[in-house]
């Protein structure tokens, strides 16, 4: 088999290409791999193997059209991980959020068409829905997004999901909650503090903090989006959830103490434009039809993910002191 990543120099891109090039996922032991990444600031070769016999990395840009007609040409799926993902971003600016998770979507879908590639698994988001006070949403809640980040999700959920029922393209969609682990970008919430913690700074925490996620671990995450490349259905929607709920605060709480700091380091920070309040998913369609369900509970993954950054001040140094990447609001753009 052979497999375009886009976005695979990213934080869940790139944990789903080394997980699969170090044999996690089995069957695909002779899967070839291409990346293609554009590298924007959230991008990171160093996230990859720098040589490995079973992957390629092009840099390029999901937009254009003829880079892709020449790419994709003998590869037999996409995973489709390329986005603007950060929502802070996409309140101070979302002109690339479009460009790039819709108009990038519907050019590489068009590419596939256009190839031959059979098979495409769409990458996105519960913020799709918007925000649920109560209850879990199914796959067929209507989709209400808030951001612009959300809303661009959601156009390329729908543009998605027409070429498959438009043009017969197996096409599958996942909505995840958020997720953490190594690697993560340290503009959002778990990297940020985490890292500001362990440089001796306060963590800057919108609002009450009484916001709700649920997280869930980028290792379960692409486990899931493995399964449905492999077993997922056409033209089929699949919620993967983290199956915890926590606010903000308590997030807050679990990493000033896996820091060894106390609630003097937190900073509090006036509240993100149009914040959704919560979000709640309900994973039982994969679970039903795919037998997924996430494996690492919240307390060793959050424990890792502070070693992890506590063992690598390399990475994250680099990546959260470069020139461009404090995001519109600085040291305060938090959460997914
Ligand atoms: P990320 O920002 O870490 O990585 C995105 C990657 O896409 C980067 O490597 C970037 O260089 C690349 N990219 C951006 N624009 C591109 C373009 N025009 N052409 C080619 N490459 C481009 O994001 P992530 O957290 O790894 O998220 C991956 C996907 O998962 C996204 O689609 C995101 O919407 C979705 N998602 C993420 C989360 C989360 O908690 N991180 C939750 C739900 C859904």
Redesign the pocket.
Known sequence: MRLLI??G?????SHFVRTLLEGGYPGHEETRVTV?????Y??NRGNLPATHPRLEFVR????DLPMLLELLPGHDAVVH??????VDRSVASAAEFIR?NVG?TQTLLDACLATGVQQVVH????EVYGSIAEGTWTEDWPLLPNSPYAAS?ASSDLIARSYWRTHGLHVSITR????YGPY??PE?LIPLFTTNLLEGLQVPLYGDGRNIREWLHVDDHCRAIELVLTRGRAGEIYNVGGGNELTNLQITERLLKLCGANASMVRRVADRKGHDLRYALDGSKIRAELGYAPRIPIEQGLADTVAWYQDNPGWWKTVKHASDNHGPQGREGIT?
């Open positions: 886009t976005g120099a990213g934080f869940i891109g293609l990444d554009k590298l924007t959230a991008g390029g840009d999901i937009c991980f390329a986005a603007e993902s950060h790039t990038g990458v996105s988001t519960d999700k995840c909650s958020n997720n993560q970008h959002k997914s």
